[in-house]
């Protein structure tokens, strides 16, 4: 995975960072930075990334709380503009003022910060699976409930989730991946799954992607009220998947029609 990528990590934020890059030249105004989604780690990108690398500056990072980065301890630092001012400090710290961002779910919601919070640093923005944190917690529906239930079942005060988790994590995170969508476990990576469950047998990894969905409740929905109105002037990609959940039960674009222009 991720032929001729090296793997770093930096001190941005008050955080370490990890993170694979490859064509690092600081002259390239096209440098694409890449969010993975829950409970992945960057690896998710390893084969992706190799494409686009023939001809931009590649970075793939990993959220704080997840894969190798750092993970504090505070639901207070699991926040979406938390984890912007990650990313944006990481991408400053490489010589990359102005650069692309895509980002998959949680990613995606990481990537929707970055672009409210510094709108001048990003040319482009692509969204993956996912509607605005805000429609979802606040018109929650029935059956959003039932294919989403790990957020409200991540965001129970500690450690409730926590130790039902560590009784099994491979069956409770492969049952995250398989649960949204028409995939089957044979359609992962071998290589991507085994980086998978490398994190997230680590329990600290555990407790840190339970914070970041305790976070989102607490604090996200509140910074999204916040910027209800605000209409971002800037290239937008929306991508979704035809057979997941959230185009189920959503119109996709339609959810982010007054976000972007």
């Known amino acids: 995975m991720f032929d001729d990528f090296k793997q770093l990590k930096a001190k941005v934020n008050d955080i370490e960072i990890n993170f694979k890059i490859r064509n690092s030249y ?3 105004e096209n440098a694409i930075l890449f969010l993975h989604g829950f409970p992945q780690t960057h690896a998710m990108w390893a084969g992706i990334a190799d494409q686009f690398a023939e001809n931009y500056p590649i970075i793939c990072s990993d959220l704080r709380g997840y894969g190798d980065s750092e993970k504090p301890l505070g639901v207070e630092n699991f926040t979406f503009r938390h984890m912007a001012e990650d990313q944006l400090r990481l991408m400053s710290h490489l010589g990359f003022e102005k650069f692309h961002v895509v980002g998959h779910d949680r990613g995606g919601r990481v990537a929707h910060r970055m672009a409210l919070d510094e709108t001048d640093r990003l040319k482009t923005v692509t969204l993956m699976d996912i509607v605005p944190t805000r429609l979802l917690l606040s018109e929650l529906t ?14 129970q005060p ?53 914070d970041d969905y305790r976070a989102a409740i607490e604090f996200d929905w509140k910074h999204d009220n916040e910027d209800h109105n605000r209409c971002l002037d800037i290239p937008t990609c929306l991508m979704w998947g035809k057979a997941g959940a959230m185009a189920k039960h959503y119109d996709i674009p339609e959810t982010w029609k007054k976000s972007f222009t």
């Open 26 to 28: 600081k002259s390239c």
């Open 142 to 155: 029935t059956q959003v409930a039932k294919s989403y239930y790990h957020w409200l079942f991540l965001a």
């Open 158 to 210: 500690s450690p409730f989730p926590e130790r039902l988790i560590t009784s099994d994590p491979d069956y409770f995170y492969e049952s995250c991946l398989l649960g949204w969508g028409a995939a089957n476990l044979d359609d992962f990576d071998i290589e991507k799954l085994r980086e998978y469950r490398k994190s997230w047998e680590n329990a600290d990894t555990i407790r840190a992607m339970c």
